[in-house]
């Protein structure tokens, strides 16, 4: 196993590092909370359509981005496109894991690079870098001509969820780039071989999963020391249950978000799966890359995890394998169609306000958002990125076309959670709670009280600034 592979750029696990990294990164970070002035913001060309920000030709880029599930090389092809447009430049690039360790001391020093893929288990906590003023404003960005179609602003030409996940400190800081989709996973060769067929309701699940059981293969597996994974899929029955006011007043801190009846309901259906014995035995203790490689040695059928697991695994998947999404099933009195599905804006890219070459970053990073860099960031990673139609007429692989299917069926009836990344000690505190819950250590309602209590701490701080969402 590869270090890249094993810090995995997942946004939850992002999540999750960010309230470890407050403790110790807010002071750190704050050291250097000034922005830059028009000497760190490079650019002095004329502003054009072609040019919107006016970046000088010769201004050198230093581009660092995390090296984990989707590698680098899509970074480095969108850098000759780069390099095209501006042939004197001298670009800098650097495909790294432990971001914070490697760039915290460069943010101190008032020398950040230009672009920053901000991502991986080791990511710079987004909120200190946010309300410490580290951070550019993208409204520019995203206000200025599309590469693709001068006439339209990039805004018009993106996914709604990337503004809206951009939002930091009231304004938009981050350029979130996959569409991530966060759902079941299953082999659909070994279905198919099999004769099965994933299921909609919770009873043809359960009657599944006894049938999965049967033929001696386990019907769960999840990451256990990252609970956040196997906390999505209790999230997500939760939400189809009782519809999108579960998860908006959970983000919104609403007094007893957590102890709604849905999400009572969809604790006590992980339990049930724990009590009739359908996940495999020792995956509380296995990390994501080990639970996910007993996943792909056909020992469980389904797993939980982002649109990204099926290029992760691709140094340990059989050639035959076919890693394919699925919806999971619908609770008794559910609200939400089966039809629905969990996304997320992720991988965020920032440029920081004291960069030498700012400009130049917020270029580079229009030239990531048109239809040329973002498809073949899919072909190299199998992911979608949140240009629209940036994959049409692309072959896809089985991950990367299953998932693309269920944002579409899906449509308005998709749903995002933002409370552990605009609230990471809460985020923290819920996934240590999901681990407990999954090993059945707690109840459904002890699960329910405690999240409540851990939210209502967070509501009644002083110091956290507050998101809405509508």
Request: charged residues 20%; neutral net charge; contains cysteine.
């Amino acid at each position: 196993m590869n270090s890249s592979r094993s810090t995995s750029r997942r946004v939850f696990l992002r999540q999750a590092a960010t309230g470890a990294l407050l403790a110790t990164g807010g002071s750190l970070l704050a050291a250097c909370a000034s922005g830059g002035g028009p000497d760190s913001s490079g650019g002095g060309a004329a502003k054009t359509a072609d040019n919107p920000f006016g970046v000088k030709a010769t201004d050198p880029l230093d581009v660092v981005v995390f090296r984990g599930g989707y590698g680098d090389d899509y970074t480095k092809f969108h850098e000759t496109l780069y390099q095209k447009k501006f042939p004197d430049a001298k670009l800098s690039h650097k495909g790294i894991t432990d971001i914070s360790v490697q760039l915290q001391p460069r943010f101190n020093g008032g020398n950040p690079p230009d672009v920053v893929d901000n991502s991986g288990a080791a990511a710079m906590p987004m909120s200190t870098l946010a309300s410490t003023g580290q951070l550019a404003d993208l409204s520019e960005l995203f206000d200025a001509p599309s590469i693709d179609d001068p006439a339209k602003k990039i805004r018009d030409t993106i996914a709604p969820i990337t503004l809206e996940s951009a939002q930091l400190a009231g304004k938009p800081l981050a350029l979130n780039y996959v569409l991530t989709v966060i759902s079941l996973w299953y082999d659909e060769t070994l279905f198919r071989q099999r004769g099965w067929q994933p299921a909609t309701t919770w009873q043809e699940f359960l009657d599944l999963c006894e049938e999965i059981k049967k033929s001696g293969i386990a019907p769960l597996a999840h990451q256990g020391k990252y609970p956040s994974y196997i906390g999505q899929l209790v999230l997500d029955l939760a939400v189809k249950h009782g519809g999108h006011d579960v998860i908006k007043g959970i983000d919104n801190l609403e007094p007893n978000a957590w102890k709604h009846p849905s999400l009572k309901v969809a604790a006590e259906a992980l339990l049930e799966l724990k009590g009739k014995g359908y996940i495999l035995k020792g995956t509380e203790g296995l990390d994501h890359i080990q639970a996910q490689t007993s996943w792909n040695e056909r020992k469980a059928a389904f797993i939980p995890s982002g649109s990204w697991l099926e290029n992760e695994q691709k140094p340990v998947a059989p050639k035959d394998f076919r890693t394919t999404a699925v919806r999971s099933p619908l609770l008794d009195g559910a609200k939400l169609p089966a039809d629905c599905v969990q996304i997320s804006a992720s991988e965020a890219f920032i440029v920081p306000e004291r960069a030498k070459n700012r400009v130049g970053g917020l270029e580079f990073l229009r030239i990531m958002l048109s239809k040329q860099a973002a498809g073949k960031f899919t072909e190299l990673t199998g992911s979608q990125t949140v240009v629209t139609g940036a994959a049409d007429g692309l072959e896809l692989t089985p991950g990367a076309a299953s998932s693309a299917a269920l944002v579409k069926s899906g449509g308005a009836d998709n749903w995002t959670a933002y409370f552990s990344s605009w609230y990471a000690p809460l985020g923290e505190k819920v996934t240590s709670l999901f681990g407990e819950l999954a090993a059945a250590r707690i109840s459904a309602d002890d699960f329910c009280t405690a999240a409540q209590k851990a939210a209502d701490a967070v509501a009644k701080d002083p110091q956290t600034k507050k998101q809405e969402r509508a």
